[in-house]
T-cell receptor, first 118, second 113 residues
Framework: ETGVTQSPTHLIKTRGQQVTLRCSSQSGHNTVSWYQQALGQGPQFIFQYYREEENGRGNFPPRFSGLQFPNYSSELNVNALELDDSALYLC???FGTGQIGSGANVLTFGAGSRLTVL | QKEVEQNSGPLSVPEGAIASLNCTYSDRGSQSFFWYRQYSGKSPELIMSIYSNGDKEDGRFTAQLNKASQYVSLLIRDSQPSDSATYLCAVNSLNNAGNMLTFGGGTRLMVKP
């Protein structure tokens, strides 16, 4: 059984650029959530994908977008990067049914992608 | 007011002691509660989940939930230096984003040999 893998592990961008982060979910999981964790803070929910559709979104602007593919892997795209986007981006997979309240239990996190915006 | 609050610490306990970590939450509709451990530079790792009032024990860990007081805690018995980490409290909110987990800011635990 493979865990959640994320790439790249570290990257540096400049303000205004765009970034794509990738995530492969754990075997048997069909739901992917993305979280942003700034230094010294807890993770903040960005959005969740189930069956290739966004299934919930936190308080993040539209320049944060995502995709989920038929194999349940996922991408997080951030456009027009700002300095405050510097953070650890965590992907978490789980098994859900798409119903409210499912898919958020027993999250398995990847190691994260650390983004620095200069 | 933050939705999930934790004392940031650090909480320092001697090896072998009981560490008590606390968390309060604001959403009365919350139904699922989780404790994650995060070592420095690593991703969060689930250590306990609790869904109903009372205590739930798993090895050296005990989670306690009191929905009336909107309070959840984690006790670590016989604390070891390897328990030194940040402990994140997370709550499943069913309000606006459906399936999101809301995390507290974490409590840093230091277990001294």
């Amino acid at each position: 059984e493979t865990g959640v893998t994320q790439s790249p592990t570290h990257l540096i961008k400049t303000r205004g650029q765009q970034v794509t982060l990738r995530c492969s979910s754990q075997s048997g999981h069909n739901t992917v959530s993305w979280y942003q964790q700034a230094l010294g803070q807890g993770p903040q929910f960005i959005f969740q994908y189930y069956r290739e559709e966004e299934n919930g979104r936190g308080n993040f602007p539209p320049r944060f977008s995502g995709l989920q593919f038929p194999n349940y892997s996922s991408e997080l795209n951030v456009n027009a990067l700002e300095l405050d986007d510097s953070a650890l981006y965590l992907c978490a997979s789980s098994f859900g049914t798409g119903q409210i309240g499912s898919g958020a239990n027993v999250l398995t996190f990847g190691a994260g992608s650390r983004l620095t915006v200069l | 007011q933050k939705e999930v609050e934790q004392n940031s610490g650090p909480l320092s306990v001697p090896e072998g002691a009981i560490a008590s970590l606390n968390c309060t939450y604001s959403d009365r509709g919350s139904q699922s509660f989780f404790w994650y451990r995060q070592y420095s530079g690593k991703s969060p790792e689930l250590i306990m989940s609790i869904y109903s009032n009372g205590d739930k024990e798993d090895g050296r860990f005990t989670a306690q939930l009191n929905k009336a007081s909107q309070y959840v805690s984690l006790l670590i018995r016989d604390s070891q230096p390897s328990d030194s980490a940040t402990y994140l409290c997370a709550v499943n909110s069913l309000n606006n984003a459906g399936n999101m987990l809301t995390f507290g800011g974490g409590t840093r635990l230091m277990v001294k040999p």
